[in-house]
């Protein structure tokens, strides 16, 4: 019979980089600015907001409603009908969504903002990341020339060692958008 073998799991990584702890670190601590630079009125709104997406708001609604809807209709013994008509309870549900909704909307011009400036954090990134790569391209093209390696056959490879102009990007989309 043969004798099993053992196998060992690869070994999990330690820990992550310090470079993607850092930028983690940095993320946490600009929402947590972002969150202390809020305006008193907005962090109500987020927080009405946050307890209006809530079960706990559905639950409150379902009782309140529910029970204003079985005394008007005279389900309930003993208890008089004060909205027989159920005009007030439409009022009421009228403005509450007016405020509702208003409160949502100040939370997501608020997220609408961060998001704006992630947007513009990730497009600099992307624009260095490019400008970087380009002229690492153009270093290889030059490491490898001075080997005598053939590179300049490589019609991709001479795109890449172009830089680009962020502008003539911005103008193309315009223009594509513009088609459409």
């Not at 099993?4 to 470079?19: A, D, I, Y």
């Not at 962090?43 to 639950?59: D, K, L, P, W």
């Not at 013994?77 to 309870?89: H, I, M, R, T």
């Amino acid at each position: 019979m043969p004798e099993p073998r053992l196998t060992v799991p690869p070994p999990k990584p330690v820990g992550l980089s310090t470079s993607l702890l850092r930028n983690i670190q940095a993320l946490e601590d600009r929402r947590r600015e972002e969150a202390a630079s809020a305006s008193r009125e907005e962090r109500v709104a987020e927080a009405i907001t946050r307890f209006t997406g809530s079960m706990t708001f559905v639950y409150i609604h379902l009782a309140f409603y529910g029970a204003w809807i079985l005394i008007n209709l005279g389900l309930i013994p003993g208890v008089p009908k004060f909205d027989p008509s159920f005009v007030v309870l439409a009022m009421e549900a009228s403005v509450e969504a007016i405020f509702l909704s208003t409160f949502v909307l100040i939370s997501q011009n608020r997220m609408a903002a961060a998001a704006d400036q992630r947007a513009d954090l990730d497009l600099q990134i992307s624009l260095l990341t490019e400008h970087e790569l380009t002229k690492l391209s153009e270093l290889v093209v030059a490491i490898a020339k001075r080997l005598d390696i053939q590179v300049d056959a490589d019609p991709e490879l001479q795109e890449v060692q172009r830089d680009i102009a962020p502008e003539a990007v911005l103008d193309q989309i315009e223009i594509q958008q513009r088609k459409c």
